[in-house]
């Protein structure tokens, strides 16, 4: 099976291309099940996402492909819900989605990962922001509201590199994900990105294997082109380090499937 749970739509304000356009390229790819996780609305960095009027639309859109493209793969409807404390809507919490994906994109309120803001890493000691990094992946893990973990070490996207050890820093978020029963993203969009490699890095995910995390796909296309890209490599990559399964949800239950 093939399964990829991470991709936007043009609602983000942040993607191209039409709901149609991503499936149709999924399908084209081989992809068994497909899901659209778009940036859930949050009453902060509104500029990056859909707003709470959308998500109706939004899950129109998701449901419409659901019916249309019934016979030739199945999508699953969820959110990427920015894990930022104050900022959590239970509009989003509590919607009846497949999934949440659960993401770290602002540390103290700094959009690390966006290049409009990439200045301030200048001034920031690496060290400390890696720390805090992972301590947000940890603080979201124990919440216990989402389902997956995205991209848990995307604070390398500009090649920002600590000197403490990284393993070191990542494993109390690893063992929170591994207590709060959750799955773990191997998403590639790393891979398009400065750091050149997937989140997590293969060192990360071999240690998430030794804790016992299942894992699951994720391209993070923002445009159906990047539908399926380095789907091999990732593959490759998860059963180098022993993996063979991969998990789905639907109506937030897992399922866990041979890849
Ligand atoms: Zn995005
Ligand atoms: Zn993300």
């Not at 778009?38 to 998701?62: G, N």
């Not at 016979?71 to 809507?89: Q, R, T, W």
């Not at 191997?186 to 398009?192: E, F, I």
């Amino acid at each position: 099976m093939r399964i990829d749970l991470h991709s936007h739509t043009t609602l983000c304000n942040h993607a191209e291309g039409s709901v149609d356009d991503f499936v149709e390229k999924a399908i084209e790819n081989g992809i068994d099940i497909f899901a659209f996780s778009d940036h859930a609305p949050m009453d902060f960095d509104p500029t990056y996402r859909m707003s709470f009027e959308e998500m109706a639309l939004y899950k129109e859109l998701v449901m419409d492909a659901r019916q249309k493209y019934m016979n030739k793969i199945e999508i699953l409807f969820g959110y990427e819900v920015d894990y930022l404390p104050g900022h959590m809507d239970e509009r989003v919490l509590k919607a009846d989605v497949d999934f949440l994906i659960g993401s770290v994109h602002f540390i103290n309120k700094w959009g690390f990962d966006n290049p409009e803001f990439i200045g301030r890493y200048e001034h920031e000691d690496i060290d400390v922001i890696w720390q805090k990094y992972f301590d947000l992946i940890e603080a979201m893990a124990k919440t216990k509201l989402f389902d997956i973990a995205g991209h848990i070490d995307l604070i390398k996207v500009f090649i920002f590199m600590p000197k403490k050890d990284i393993l070191e820093m990542a494993m109390p978020a690893l063992e929170a994900i591994k207590e709060a029963d959750m799955v773990l993203e191997l998403n590639v969009a790393g891979y398009r990105k400065p750091c050149e490699e997937p989140y997590p890095s293969p060192q990360l995910l071999q240690a998430a294997f030794d804790l016992g995390i299942p894992i699951t796909f994720g391209s993070d296309a923002h445009n159906p082109e990047q539908v399926g890209l380095y789907r091999q490599e990732a593959e490759e990559l998860a059963r180098s380090i022993g993996y063979t399964q991969c998990a789905y949800f639907t109506n937030r239950q897992r399922t866990m499937v041979t890849f």
